[in-house]
C-alpha cells in the first residue's frame, strides 16, 4: 500500500507563486513517473506536469515556462514550483504516482487533492 499527501495550496494573488509537495509513503519496490493533475469546477482532470524516476518531465502547454516539477527520489516527494499564477489555473491540484510492487506489479496511486486558487 501507499499514501500520497500532498501539501502547499492556498490563496494567491495574480502573479504569484506556490510550491506544491506531495510525499509518498508505504511499502513498495520503486515509484516510476510521478506527477500532477489538476480539475477546475465543470472540466475534467487534466495533466499539468509529469516526471519520470530518471528526471524527464512533461508538461502542460498551458504551464510551459511557468511551473517546474521536480522530485527527490530519496524522500519519496515531487513538487510542483507554480510561477506567474492566473485566474485560469485555479483548481484542484492532485498528485498521482505509478508504483511499482513486487511481485505484483504496477498501481496508480491519487492523493487528496489541494486547492489552488489565483484570485486578486
Known amino acids: 500500500q501507499l499514501q500520497l499527501v500532498e501539501s502547499g495550496g492556498g490563496l494567491v494573488q495574480p502573479g504569484g507563486s506556490l510550491r506544491l509537495s506531495c510525499a509518498a509513503s508505504?511499502?513498495?519496490?520503486?515509484?516510476?513517473?510521478m506527477g500532477w493533475y489538476r480539475q477546475a469546477p465543470g472540466k475534467q482532470r487534466e495533466l499539468v506536469a509529469s516526471?519520470?524516476?530518471?528526471?524527464?518531465?512533461n508538461y502542460a502547454d498551458s504551464v510551459k515556462g511557468r511551473f517546474t516539477i521536480s522530485r527527490d527520489n530519496a524522500k519519496n516527494t515531487v513538487y510542483l514550483q507554480t510561477n506567474s499564477l492566473k485566474p485560469e489555473d485555479t483548481a484542484v491540484y492532485y498528485c498521482?504516482?505509478?508504483?511499482?510492487?513486487?511481485?505484483?506489479?504496477?498501481?496508480?496511486?491519487w492523493g487528496q487533492g489541494t486547492q489552488v486558487t489565483v484570485s486578486s
Open positions: 498521482n504516482a505509478d508504483v511499482l510492487f513486487l511481485p505484483t506489479g504496477v498501481y496508480d496511486y
Open positions: 508505504g511499502s513498495f519496490f520503486r515509484i516510476n513517473v
Open positions: 516526471i519520470t524516476s530518471g528526471g524527464t518531465t
